[in-house]
């Protein structure tokens, strides 16, 4: 039980387009979800925190309105990076929990590539 | 800011042995939780052990086992009879309504 999905794994974009990142619960209702960036070598940093029908709670010095957050519904958040440039480039790691509230399940992953 | 401390960049361990690995952190918070996160090349994050401030007793998880000072906001991970299979990257963690990572440990193990 508790898995998270991300779709999709590995994604190559040109510079200026934006692209869409998903992460679903598969088998558990996800009251809350939570996006990181992970550069190489380096840890996760929290980007935001989403709750299902609310906006997001973004951390200090991330840009909402270059990396848009929908948590739609309880199995499903997206994260869309807008305008992306090659600084973007980087490793996006989605979390979800509602299980037993404090406790964090992790996607796979996303390697994002902007060209 | 409330922050995740590691100082080990990086370990080695001979195959078989027992390593520790250090985490301490800084929170204003009562209740919290302490994980500590596996991730290997994969880069899947894998929970290895958590334990909850309020709660003495030390977490323990087969070969896996947590040193929790409390008031020192000292949280070390021990793990005996390394294995091959250990080898990762290590995170140690702090959570409520959020989590918190450090900056990671990278083990190697020795065959």
């Known amino acids: 039980g508790a898995v998270v999905s991300q779709h999709p794994s590995w994604v190559i974009c040109k510079s200026g387009t934006s692209v869409k990142i998903e992460c679903r619960s598969l088998d558990f209702q996800a009251t809350t979800m939570f996006w990181y960036r992970q550069f190489p070598k380096q840890s996760l940093m929290l980007m935001a925190t989403s709750n299902e029908g609310s906006k997001a709670t973004y951390e200090q010095g991330v840009e909402k309105d270059k990396f848009l957050i929908n948590h739609a519904s309880l199995t499903l958040s997206t994260l869309t990076v807008t305008s992306a440039h090659p600084e973007d480039s980087s490793f996006y790691i989605c979390?979800?929990?509602?299980?037993?509230?404090?406790?964090?399940?992790f996607g796979p992953g996303t390697r994002l590539t902007v060209t | 800011a409330q922050t995740v401390t590691q100082s080990q960049p990086e370990m080695s361990v001979q195959e078989a042995e027992t390593v520790t690995l250090s985490c301490t952190y800084d929170?204003?918070?009562?209740?919290?939780?302490l994980f500590w996160y596996k991730q290997p090349p994969s880069r899947q994050m894998i929970l290895v052990i958590r334990q909850e401030a309020y709660k003495q007793q030390n977490a323990t998880e087969n070969r896996f086992s947590v040193n929790f000072q409390k008031a020192a906001k000292s949280f070390s991970l021990k793990i005996s009879d390394s294995q091959l299979g250990d080898a990762a990257m290590y995170f140690c963690a702090r959570g409520d309504d959020k989590i918190i990572f450090g900056k990671g440990t990278r083990l190697h193990i020795l065959p």
């Open positions: 929170t204003s918070e009562s209740d919290y939780y």
């Open positions: 979390s979800a929990s509602g299980l037993a509230g404090y406790e964090q399940y």
